[in-house]
């Protein structure tokens, strides 16, 4: 497809998706038309583009020549006099920038709500939160408006919003992209980051914009680190570290963990609590000054904007900083050292240590009423990345009750190329899915699974535990569930998709159809559709027939 093509795809998902909170300055369609067909004659005259055509969307707290950069505050608004380095670099390589995104305002929460140009919704689920701070680039990323977004990530928001939105999330070393032209948060661990559907297009655009441009000082070039081991060594935390999940998360990573062992990585149980407790000290302790410093003067010289322009969680969060003495920052730098030392120490002679990306994914209901309460829980396993200066990669991993779940691959400055082979064992592991109705082969929506990558691994039939109901769904489709008396067994097929596809595949799921496990005749379980109890109250129960295929063939008769 020509990039002009993709150009006016894009714009077609994006009116027809009606998400205007995803965007504070979205380009007009004719100006990037323009400039995509530029970059096709580029093309065809024979000039080697490596990300030609590739639209990008970019958080509005990094600076692209021609629109605002209002780091989610129309107040603080200017008009930047040259791309960020970042940005510049990838429209070297011919990517396209169709516009700036929503975030946390000051890139300050992990929520995707403290914005006053609105909260921005996920992008399967618009009850929930997209997560934060960069909100706007996942979600413009998993609804298709654009193939790459850039973000930023200070305590996570490179990687909480990745994993509620079930995308890729690559969060390099510190400082191997320079920070030139982005609005810093805390800048002396500010990591421009990329959103992506795919790992190596994510990659392949992180790797184009890294290495010093002489104008950031921390910027620097990638350490050099030994390659992976015949058979790799993954951490994962022990069992009290996992305490507070989400319903179904620990059984799901569970299973993430078990599938790498299979696959031939050695696993190995690991206190991360000098890490946890280095966390801690991001927003606990005196490195919030550092936002202080970003952005301080600006809010308490607008304390009038306090409740409409300025959010009042993020101007709180900032000014807190005055608080901390020049004494209370050189303990915390020694405390945190310690730490870091320790941790060390504990991941020695392993590849990378394997987290869930976030304990849970709340309603926007739930973080309004807890503001702050609910995005500490989000940062329990990023927030002492770069505090520490590790790289860090966030793996779709799937899905629990119809909600993108992921996993997130953290390893030392200078492993980002051998995390991401890691996070390729982990897509490509096998993901088995259950399905007994508009999905079976043959049937309407079958396509969506083979476009997924899926492949049937066979017919089943579930456990006698079950009720299948006739939903009044377009096109027609059955409701699953679960009963506790008078169940029976249904017909059904599993496909097998890798987890990257059954991430993605899952994510679209529809109301009022979700994702659950269900027990198969043989005892075994395996992830399978299932309908929200409310849709089948008032539909036709048809489990008598013992499967979707043989209620159709009676209808036809």
Known sequence: MSAAARVREAYRRIASADRPEVWITLRPEEEVLQEAERIDARGAAGERLRLAGVLVAVKD???????????GSAAYAYEPEADATAVARLREAGAIVVGKTNLDQFAT?????????????????PDRISGGSSSGSAVAVALGFVDL???????????????????????????????TGVVPACRSIDVVTVFGRDLGL????AELMEGPDGLDPLARPRPVLPGLAAVPRIAIPTSEHLEGLADGWAEEFARVVDRLARSGVEIVEVDIAPLLEAAALLYGGSFVAERTAAVGDFIREHPELVGTDLDPTVAKIVLGGDSCRAVDVFRDRE??????????KRLDGT??????????????????????????RMGRFTNFANLLDYA?????????????????????AGSDRQLAELAGLIADAPHDLLVVGAHLEGQPLNHQLVAAGGRLRGRVRTAAEYRLHALGTVPPKPGLRRVAEGGEAIDGEVWTLSASGFGAFV?????????????????SSVAGFQAEHLAVDDAVDITRFGGWRRYLEQQAQ
């Open 507 to 523: 994510a679209g799921l529809p109301q009022p159809m979700t994702i659950g496990r269900v027990t198969l005749e043989d005892g």
């Open 149 to 179: 977004a850039l973000g930023t990530d200070t305590a996570g928001s490179g990687r909480v919003p990745a994993a509620l939105n079930g995308i890729y999330g690559v969060k390099p070393s510190v400082g191997l992209i320079p920070a």
């Open 392 to 412: 860090s990669l966030a793996v779709p991993a799937g899905a629990v009750d119809g909600v993108p779940y992921g996993v997130m691959l953290t390893g030392p």
């Open 335 to 344: 405390l945190l050292a310690r730490l870091g030392l320790e941790g060390a």
């Open 61 to 71: 707290n990094i600076d692209v020549e021609g629109l605002p950069t209002t780091a």
């Open 351 to 376: 590849a990378a240590l394997l987290t869930p990306t976030t304990t849970w994914h709340p309603t926007l209901a739930e973080v309004a009423a807890d503001p702050v309460g609910a995005n500490a």
């Open 202 to 205: 994510a990659r392949r655009a």
């Open 109 to 125: 929460g992990l929520v995707g709500t403290r914005s006053p140009f609105g909260a921005v919704r996920n992008a399967w689920r």
